[in-house]
């Protein structure tokens, strides 16, 4: 239940939100941190074990599942699977086509790759919140002989701002890239040097152009991590309701059912928003003013 004999409603909230963090303790030795506290200790070079494995597996799944309906796809008629890849793929294209005006063979399957991982990783969030998380536990009490109750688990990877940055900052130093390809460094530097107020704006156009540009790999990532943390959070305070009372609890299913079915809007449109950001970002990347 969520509020078990041996954890109070904030100590469940605090345990689910909690990382299993992985890095050096200040004595100099390697391990898991049992708390909070104890990954916050372990500085810059931890690593967040559950959000790095989570990403790995959607991705993986990812290509596994594009991979087989490529190698089975047919002129015939079409089954299920090549439908649906299908139908994302042309989507993925439409969008390409709508807000990139370049040529670039690698916007479409980035734009593509960005839209199927994220959406994976969210819908993470839609498995029940204790599930893999108790199972978690009773894998490292089991066979790591770790107390089950210092088990962190995170099981969506965009609840992670570590993830959300990672991939806003590929996108970044991609269009900074394609940028310089494109205008030249001098082209790059005058665009953010003489626009919008020319050259006599140059102090001004520095500041706004600056702020401009770093705000997009910030926004990028805070707009994803803090829906999906939002969207989390509320799943968690749910659950507590089922360790109240029948009648708390029969709501609770009720009220969960229906964030759930609320939360395949947000995490679809939250994979597409990032996506469709991303080809805008490389589109302004491409033009030349």
């Known amino acids: 239940m969520a509020s078990g004999a041996t954890l109070t409603s904030g100590e469940y909230i605090k345990h689910h939100l909690t990382n299993l963090t992985y890095g050096q303790f200040p004595d100099g030795h390697w391990g898991f941190a049992h708390s909070s506290e104890e990954a916050q200790s372990m500085g810059f070079w931890a690593f967040h074990v559950d959000s790095l ?9 990812f290509l596994w599942l594009f991979r087989k309906a490529a190698k089975s796809a047919t002129s015939d008629v079409p089954g299920g699977l090549q439908n649906f890849v299908e139908a994302i793929v042309g989507f993925v294209d439409e969008s390409v086509k709508g807000s990139f005006s370049g040529k670039n063979d690698l916007v479409a399957p980035m734009a593509l790759t960005i839209f199927v991982w994220i959406f994976l990783m969210n819908f993470m969030d839609l498995i029940a919140v204790d599930w893999l998380p108790q199972a978690a536990a009773w894998f490292g009490a089991t066979f790591l002989g770790m107390d089950p109750h210092h088990v962190y688990f995170k099981v969506v990877p965009t609840t992670d701002p570590n993830i959300t940055f990672g991939m806003a900052l590929s996108v970044f130093w991609l269009m900074l890239y394609y940028s310089v390809k494109v205008k030249g460094l ?24 600056g702020v401009s540009l770093i705000s997009k790999p910030v926004s990028l990532a805070l707009r994803l991590f803090g829906n999906m943390y939002a969207g ?7 659950a507590i309701m089922y360790g109240a009372g029948w009648g708390l609890g029969l709501f609770g299913g009720f009220l969960q059912l229906g964030w759930a079915i609320f939360h395949i809007l947000i995490i679809t449109l939250q994979a597409f928003i990032f996506m469709t950001l991303t080809i ?4 302004m990347a491409h033009s030349e003013h």
């Open 232 to 238: 989390e959070t509320i799943f968690i305070l749910i």
């Open 53 to 61: 494995a989570w990403s790995l597996i959607t991705g993986l799944f």
């Open 186 to 209: 001098g082209g790059f530097l005058g665009e953010l040097a003489f626009q919008p107020f020319g050259k006599w704006g140059l102090p001004v156009n520095l500041l706004l152009e």
């Open 280 to 283: 805008v970002y490389m589109d």
